[in-house]
């Protein structure tokens, strides 16, 4: 703060020690003369030295934008035009060797000292098509042996808002004035050199480096931008590299380029303090901006040449509002807030001291006002270099935690290859334990069914040989009791062998109707069609394992004939479909179930009924709960006892 107050009132203390008007006065070095007023004036006229006899000055003037120039009583002098100006000074003739500055003219020129053709910048011409536009700043030496000078200047302007000449001539020591341009050069090449290197060091960070942080393009474009609007406005490369080129397409050019240094810094503004900015002042911004330049493109001269104070209006709001959220993010403490703050502080001395005191020639001022641009420049690469430093010390603790984490990663990874080897071990145990039951049932399959076989057929044998010598109905009914136990046993040996078949077997799946499945079980189950049993309207065909939807089917329906207490057996069949599941329901007009003992049914060897009165295992329902189960379905039963059961299961499909 202390820096910016002590420029800011160096910089109004060297305000320029100029001389105005006509004077014989001695004449120094150190003097200079600035030619501003009494200018004859001669509107649409391009008149040469010679021609001045018979003619009359339109008006004297004193030098500014011709369009201040009254036409009559109610309007000015129009842009588009063309008009002569003339002055003769009186000099000393004790003096050093001096010379004539010319400022940049809008737009071309020609200039004649005593007669003499000195200059030419452009054509000057009395039409658009006949005029092509220049503008360059002039240094022309004065002859030392003349002490009278007549100046005539001829002034053509067909493309910008302002015409004629708008800043006072100066007539100065040549030494003086050469070194004041020579200054004024270093002091450009080292600006436009310094925002050059800065804006082309960023863009590459950006692009091969640092791609994540969009401030860093934003900055980048802002340098290159203001570098290249600079070099385009005092020294035009382009129009010296392509001399046919339009003036009015060169100056679009500058144009946009200053448009895009102002959206560029206020999106880099917006990036760096996003937390704390609404989202519509971006859109604003790049609207507002977008606009500007459109209109810029699409507009013929004069008329986008006046686009110059809006984006100034803009740009002057624009820093009133940064200034705002700077303050609001420095009582958050944001460190990056102070550079910001500091930063844009001195931008805005800088740039208002350069728009409204030293917008004229003006000494050494452009070396100050130059070197306060660069010193802002590099408080702004301060800020991003230390946003970028504290993003590389994130990575790097980031990194450290992912080394961490790495770290318990390949101990959990050990661990999880421990356990791994115990699950392979687990695995292999139960494979063993598999074969063991492969052999068990094999053993039950042969050595315990074998027996049961042997002990049936030589109860048949006595059962023959008795009943040629005793005939009784008592020895009958015992040997047919016998005969029935040992057929129970084997039954039950095979509902335990079906239902380990069923715990280690695979599932081979197939497409297949319901209905054509429903009838091949009832023509196995009711082949004398005694009983009644509905299936479903509604075929549908499913992709399962038929294997096990027909055993669920078969002991399901085959319970219901089963254990009916009436005459004929009613089965009704039904299906719902939700989705990827199917509820399929069989319910009969049996018993019933009295409730108390729904969830003992499907337990293995629990039966209802005595083993003598229903030949039954007491294993098929725990099969059927078995098979639902390994489908991801569930089973219930619906049942009072003396009305009927319902059983309903679910089937995924």
């Known amino acids: 703060m202390k820096f910016v107050c002590c420029l ?37 006229e391009l008149l040469a030295p010679e021609n001045f006899n018979t003619k009359v000055p339109f008006t004297t003037v004193t030098l500014d934008n011709w369009t201040t120039f009254p036409l009559s009583d109610t309007e000015n002098l129009p842009a588009f035009g063309y008009a002569t100006y003339r002055k003769t000074i009186e000099l000393p003739k004790e003096r050093p060797h001096i010379s004539l500055y010319i400022p940049t003219i809008y737009a071309a020129s020609k200039t004649w000292i005593n007669g003499r053709l000195v200059s030419e910048i452009g054509t000057v011409g009395n039409t658009s098509e006949a005029t092509f536009h220049r503008r360059f700043r002039q240094i022309i030496p004065l002859s030392t042996e003349e002490t009278r000078f007549e100046i005539v200047i001829q002034v053509a302007n067909f493309y910008h808002h302002k015409g004629g000449i708008d800043d006072a001539l100066i007539v100065g020591a040549t030494q003086k004035l050469q070194k004041k341009k020579s200054k004024r050069v270093i002091a450009d090449m080292v600006y436009i050199g310094s925002l050059s290197f800065i804006g082309i060091f960023f863009l590459l ?44 397409f060169l100056t679009k050019i500058e144009y946009v380029a200053l448009f895009l240094a102002g959206l560029s810094a206020s999106l880099f503004f917006y990036t760096i303090f996003i937390k704390f900015v609404p989202k519509t002042y971006k859109k604003i911004i790049v609207y507002g901006f977008c606009m500007l330049t459109a209109l810029t493109v699409l507009l013929p001269a004069p008329y986008f040449t006046r686009f110059v104070l809006p984006f100034l209006v803009l740009m002057m709001l624009n820093l009133a509002y940064v200034a705002v959220i700077i303050f609001k993010a420095i009582a958050s403490q944001r460190h990056e807030s102070i550079l910001m703050l500091t930063s844009m502080l001195l931008a805005s001395c800088i740039f208002i001291t350069h728009i409204f005191i030293f917008l004229g020639e003006n000494g050494n001022a452009i070396i100050y006002v130059n070197f306060g641009y660069i010193v802002t420049f590099i408080l702004l690469s301060m800020l991003l270099m230390t946003r970028f430093a504290n993003s590389f010390h994130a990575l790097e603790k980031a990194k450290i935690v992912a080394q961490a984490q790495q770290k318990e990663i ?19 145990q139960l494979k063993n334990y598999n074969a063991e039951l492969d052999s068990f049932n094999h053993i039950v399959s042969h050595d315990l069914k ?69 009838l091949e079980i009832i023509d196995i189950l009711n082949p004398e069609k005694k009983h009644f049993i509905q299936i479903p309207e509604k075929d549908v065909e499913i992709f399962t394992s038929k294997v096990e939807l027909e055993h669920v089917f078969l002991n399901l329906i085959s319970n219901a004939i089963k254990h009916c207490d009436k005459e004929q057996a009613i089965v009704h069949i039904s299906y719902q479909k939700t989705s990827d599941m199917y509820t399929f329901t069989v319910r009969d007009n049996g018993p019933g179930i009295d409730k108390k003992y729904h969830h003992k049914i499907f337990d293995m060897f629990y039966q209802l009924e005595e083993g003598d009165k229903i030949e039954s295992t007491g294993i098929g329902l725990t099969i059927v709960k078995k098979i639902v189960s390994g489908n991801d379905g569930n089973i219930k039963i619906d049942s009072k006892d003396g009305v009927g059961t319902t059983i309903s299961f679910t089937w995924k499909v």
């Not at 014989?24 to 600035?34: G, H, L, Q, S």
């Not at 009958?476 to 057929?487: A, P, V």
């Not at 079906?498 to 197939?510: C, L």
Request: proline share 2%.
């Open 8 to 44: 800011s009132l160096f910089l109004l203390t060297v305000q320029f020690h100029i001389c105005f008007g006509q004077s014989t006065a001695p004449f120094d070095n150190d003097t200079e003369i600035a030619l501003e007023t009494d200018w004859e004036f001669y509107w649409n």
């Open 205 to 248: 960070f950006f692009l091969l480096y640092w791609n994540k942080d969009r401030a860093v393009l934003y900055f980048a474009i802002l340098c290159l931008s203001l570098a290249y609007m600079s070099v385009s406005d005092r020294y035009a490369p382009l129009a010296e590299i392509f001399d046919s080129v339009s003036w009015v």
């Open 410 to 428: 390949a101990e959990k990874s050990k661990e999880l290859s421990k356990v791994n080897l115990e699950l392979k071990e687990n695995v292999r």
């Open 450 to 518: 074998a027996p049961l076989v042997a002990m049936h057929s030589l109860v048949s044998f006595i059962e023959e040989d008795i009943d040629q010598t005793v005939n009784t109905e008592e020895a009958k009914t015992h040997f047919e009791s016998l005969k029935g136990r040992i057929s129970k046993m084997y039954a039950l040996i095979n509902g335990m062998l079906e239902y380990s078949r069923i715990a280690q077997g695979k599932k081979t799946k197939e497409t297949f109707s319901i209905n054509e499945l429903l």
